[in-house]
């Protein structure tokens, strides 16, 4: 799925005279942030998405879609329509996040059998008992990786939502997350912002065009578990010695961890080592199958680039609600 979907517009493209005139006094109503002269929420004017304007370092705007996951590319081509007096198949992403849920595995699960390649920053967060949720970030800047539990995040928004509303005005847990009892549930996003953003996606009609060849979790490697329980008939007594420490390690600091500091101390062969010790990587949960991410994303977002609605009747639509005659700003 895509989890977060923004796109920039350049200082040139004018806003419609629609959005000026459902907002008379529109630059007052505004307010600045960190990196823009305003920013607008735009569900007074029917449409899910924030509106950021005037970037201090471009003069450039930018639309974001709040709850992305749930729109269709379509969907989002037509609410800019409404906002910007342009093609909006030829606005450019200012950032991308390709999402996919995994269910089934844990994060103790992820964090010994998973690591990203070509990403030397590893940042994790939380796995203590004051702080059960485990979140692992692989890079840093644009382009990033993180992994976390779902569930927990989902249970930790059910919580929120029923301390502030009670218990009688909301479904249950299972309805509300739609994540069945017991289940874990992994995420995995991908953060791409301006720079980092693959040219053959750059703009939202590219992106529609070319995101069933791009795999954005190319970079995940995923190993296999080992075996439940080694033998130490099998092995000679310093394979099974080093083998066993080498599954504590892995427990302990994690695989990317590990890897890494074989890498260091091996003078760069810890693929080499993790092959010939690959019997003693912690077990993989009984059933389960190998993990292609590449095939579920594709699953995931569907929905999402679906074309069974006419392009042009998205955009009437849309810019019935928001739209139509255009002046700049």
Same mark, same amino acid.
């Given at each position: 799925?895509?989890?977060?979907?923004?796109?920039?517009?350049?200082?040139?493209?004018?806003?419609?005279?629609?959005?000026? !005139?459902?907002?008379?006094?529109?630059?007052?109503?505004?307010? &600045?942030?960190?990196?823009?002269?305003?920013?607008?929420?735009?569900?007074?004017?029917?449409?899910?998405?924030?509106?950021?304007?005037?970037?201090?370092?471009?003069?450039?705007?930018?639309?974001?879609?709040?709850?992305?996951?749930?729109?269709?590319?379509?969907?989002?081509?037509?609410?800019?329509?409404?906002?910007?007096?342009?093609?909006?198949?030829?606005?450019?992403?200012?950032?991308?996040?390709?999402?996919?849920?995994?269910?089934?595995?844990?994060?103790?699960? /992820?964090?010994?059998?998973?690591?990203?390649?070509?990403?030397?920053?590893?940042?994790?967060?939380?796995?203590?008992?004051?702080?059960?949720?485990?979140?692992?970030?692989?890079?840093?800047?644009?382009?990033?990786?993180?992994?976390?539990?779902?569930?927990?995040?989902?249970?930790?928004?059910?919580?929120?939502?029923?301390?502030?509303?009670?218990?009688?005005?909301?479904?249950?847990?299972?309805?509300?997350?739609?994540? &069945?009892?017991?289940?874990? /549930?992994?995420?995995?996003?991908?953060?791409?912002? /301006?720079?980092?953003?693959? &040219?053959?996606?750059?703009?939202?009609? !590219?992106?529609?065009?070319?995101?069933?060849?791009?795999?954005?979790?190319?970079?995940? /490697?995923?190993?296999?578990?080992?075996?439940?329980?080694?033998?130490?008939?099998?092995?000679?007594?310093?394979?099974?010695?080093?083998?066993?420490?080498?599954?504590?390690?892995?427990?302990?600091?994690?695989?990317?961890?590990?890897?890494?500091?074989?890498?260091?101390?091996?003078?760069?062969?810890?693929?080499?080592?993790?092959?010939?010790?690959?019997?003693?990587?912690?077990?993989?949960?009984?059933?389960?199958?190998?993990?292609?991410?590449?095939?579920?994303?594709?699953?995931?977002?569907?929905?999402?680039?679906?074309?069974?609605?006419?392009?042009?009747?998205?955009?009437?639509?849309?810019?019935?609600?928001?739209?139509?005659?255009?002046?700049?700003?």
């Amino acid at each position: 799925m895509f989890d977060r979907v923004e796109l920039r517009a350049d200082p040139e493209i004018p806003f419609t005279n629609r959005l000026e !005139s459902a907002y008379p006094s529109f630059r007052e109503r505004s307010s &600045p942030t960190e990196n823009y002269k305003g920013m607008l929420d735009l569900r007074g004017f029917g449409l899910e998405a924030l509106l950021f304007i005037r970037c201090r370092f471009g003069a450039t705007n930018k639309i974001v879609f709040r709850g992305a996951a749930k729109m269709t590319l379509r969907q989002m081509a037509a609410g800019a329509a409404g906002v910007f007096d342009c093609d909006p198949y030829g606005l450019r992403l200012a950032r991308l996040d390709p999402a996919l849920d995994i269910p089934g595995i844990s994060m103790e699960w /992820v964090r010994s059998h998973v690591r990203v390649a070509r990403k030397r920053c590893l940042k994790e967060i939380g796995g203590t008992a004051k702080n059960p949720g485990q979140t692992l970030y692989f890079g840093r800047g644009g382009d990033s990786i993180r992994l976390y539990d779902k569930r927990l995040e989902q249970m930790r928004k059910y919580e929120r939502l029923m301390r502030k509303l009670g218990p009688e005005s909301l479904p249950s847990f299972e309805d509300f997350s739609g994540i &069945p009892t017991g289940l874990p /549930v992994v995420r995995i996003e991908r953060q791409m912002r /301006v720079g980092r953003i693959p &040219p053959q996606l750059d703009t939202l009609g !590219s992106l529609e065009q070319n995101i069933s060849k791009f795999n954005p979790f190319a970079a995940i /490697v995923i190993h296999r578990g080992g075996k439940p329980e080694p033998k130490d008939d099998d092995y000679s007594i310093r394979k099974y010695m080093e083998g066993k420490g080498f599954r504590q390690t892995i427990l302990e600091r994690g695989l990317a961890n590990t890897r890494a500091l074989l890498n260091a101390r091996t003078g760069g062969n810890a693929s080499r080592k993790m092959r010939q010790l690959s019997d003693f990587l912690p077990p993989d949960p009984v059933g389960l199958s190998p993990l292609n991410l590449f095939e579920m994303f594709q699953e995931s977002i569907g929905r999402q680039i679906s074309v069974s609605a006419a392009p042009d009747e998205a955009l009437e639509g849309q810019t019935a609600a928001v739209g139509g005659t255009r002046s700049e700003m």
